[in-house]
């Protein structure tokens, strides 16, 4: 895949197809041949906001596409691409590209607008900075540029009537504060509410909060405080608001730690999902090398989030966070990891830390987990679905604190939810809680049969069958709910069988 740029769309898919891993949410578009010659590889890239504009940048020069026109625009003059090289990276400005580049051993910020052709002479503005740039960010209309003289510059994008250009606000230096400046990976600020609102743009650097990535730990740089690792960024708004006259730093631990088995490049907040990229590596016996490939991947990270809260008792904030969510098609999926994960983390440790009279531990996190679920309707499936991918002898600690499955069968069947109900008849016959003639299962088959629920009637008269080899439970089961006789003069049940094969 070296020859073609890959670009996820599963923003605009519906929400099964985000997570599951058959699903192509991946657009292909090839990058032209005659800029891949000479220029590969490709060394930067950068997508607008609204997904239409791409850019890229190999060895030397740059390149960008439209969606829209699906064409790509390079440079006629190969001599003028050849010319310079992008360092520090590529952005999109709404229609106006921002690159930052060498040439000729100066450094420059150029603009290029995409309804123009590629050429010096078409070049909008350059900005020249002392040191070649390590990162830009885009913030709004700010435009930030760190530089490897570990310099920060804050940029005003400004339209005219005829062109767009770059106005210097201000600057600062992180000299003994950031040691390696290449190590610098990602870079944001934040502007508090009143500056935002009504302050002046070019006051911005001296209230801000410059948040940077340095060799994989988050520091958030504050005026006139100094610098501290700050990981939370839930509670960073409180944190500013009660540090008037404290300038001592915090000691702050990471908050949540999500293992991923690919290399992660977005998170997309509003599906609860990081994307990514991993290699895969092929051997065959009548090649002398090794062939690698990339392939994308996806990682649901809503469970390790609740997990987190729940873990420190933070039950309102979970279910504020996980409202946000609960309309995604696999949001009950979601909570069914969660349950899982804290079942099986605590099954070795319950029986170090529960008492020997089976009250649970003071720090366990099932109970507190559980008190969440009740926050939202899918709770029920989710512990049923929990439990039937777990293994039996987890089941006694966790209805212990769920509550008795006989009386969530009973709450299933009462509200009409009777696949659910049929589930936890499961649990029941696995636990050997129902009676001799299972008048539990008849009552579920009695309540199917009145909504002409014909698939769970033929589940249940299945489950029957299976359960009592002398065939007396079914022949009950068929004589107190007629429900033979029902299928046969159903019509709607009776056109679709004929269809089927």
Not at 135 to 158: P, R
Request: charged letters at 20%; aromatic letters at 8%.
């Amino acid at each position: 895949m070296d020859d073609r740029v890959l670009i996820y769309r599963g923003a605009d898919q519906p929400d099964m197809s985000v997570i599951n891993p058959e699903s192509d949410v991946w657009q292909h578009i090839k990058i032209p041949q005659s800029y891949l010659a000479t220029n590969w590889p490709i060394q930067y890239s950068s997508l607008s906001s609204d997904g239409r504009l791409i850019a890229i940048a190999g060895r030397r020069g740059l390149i960008h596409y439209s969606s829209t026109s699906g064409r790509w625009k390079t440079f006629d003059d190969e001599q003028q691409e050849q010319a310079f090289v992008v360092k520090g990276g590529l952005l999109w400005f709404h229609h106006v590209l921002i690159a930052a580049v060498e040439v000729s051993k100066t450094y420059q910020i150029r603009l290029y607008s995409r309804d123009m052709d590629l050429s010096n002479q078409n070049v909008l503005h350059r900005e020249v900075v002392p040191s070649h740039v390590v990162i830009l960010s885009l913030v709004d209309n700010s435009l930030l540029v760190y530089t490897a003289n570990n310099t920060l510059y804050h940029f005003l994008i400004v339209p005219t009537a005829e062109t767009i250009k770059l106005h210097l606000c201000g600057s600062i230096t992180f000299d003994g504060i950031i040691s390696a400046p290449s190590a610098v990976r990602m870079l944001s600020w934040m502007i508090p509410t009143a500056q935002k609102h009504l302050g002046d743009p070019v006051d911005d650097l001296s209230v801000a909060t410059v948040l940077l990535v340095v060799g994989g730990q988050l520091i958030m740089l504050r005026p006139r405080k100094g610098i501290r690792v700050w990981l939370n960024a839930l509670t960073i708004e409180a944190s500013l608001r009660c540090e008037k006259g404290d300038d001592k730093p915090e000691n702050v631990k990471e908050s949540v730690n999500i293992p991923l088995d690919f290399y992660p490049l977005s998170v997309l907040m509003d599906k609860g999902i990081i994307i990514g990229a991993e290699h895969e590596a092929a051997t065959r016996s009548n090649l002398s090398f090794v062939m690698f490939r990339h392939a994308t991947s996806s990682h649901l990270f809503l469970h390790h989030i609740l997990h987190f809260l729940l873990g420190n008792r933070q039950v309102k904030e979970a279910v504020a966070f996980a409202s946000h969510y609960k309309d995604l098609v696999y949001f009950s999926h979601a909570l069914e990891v969660l349950l899982h994960t804290v079942v099986e983390s605590e099954a070795t440790l319950g029986s170090e830390s529960d008492s020997e009279d089976g009250e649970i531990a003071p720090d366990a996190v099932l109970p507190t987990v559980v008190e969440f679920l009740d926050y939202f309707d899918a709770a029920l499936d989710v512990v049923v679905g929990c439990a039937r991918k777990t293994e039996l002898n987890r089941w006694r600690r966790l209805f212990s604190i769920v509550g008795n499955p006989k009386s969530l069968f009973e709450t299933c069947l009462a509200t009409q939810r009777l696949k659910t109900a049929g589930s936890y008849l499961l649990v029941l016959h696995n636990l050997e809680q129902l009676d001799e003639h299972n008048d539990d299962a008849v009552r579920l088959l009695q309540s199917a049969v009145d909504g002409k629920d014909w698939q769970l009637c033929r589940e249940l008269l299945r489950f029957l069958h299976s359960v009592d080899d002398t065939g007396f439970a079914l022949r009950n089961a068929l004589l107190k709910t007629n429900v033979v006789s029902l299928i046969d003069n159903d019509s709607e049940f009776s056109s679709k069988s004929s269809g089927s094969p």
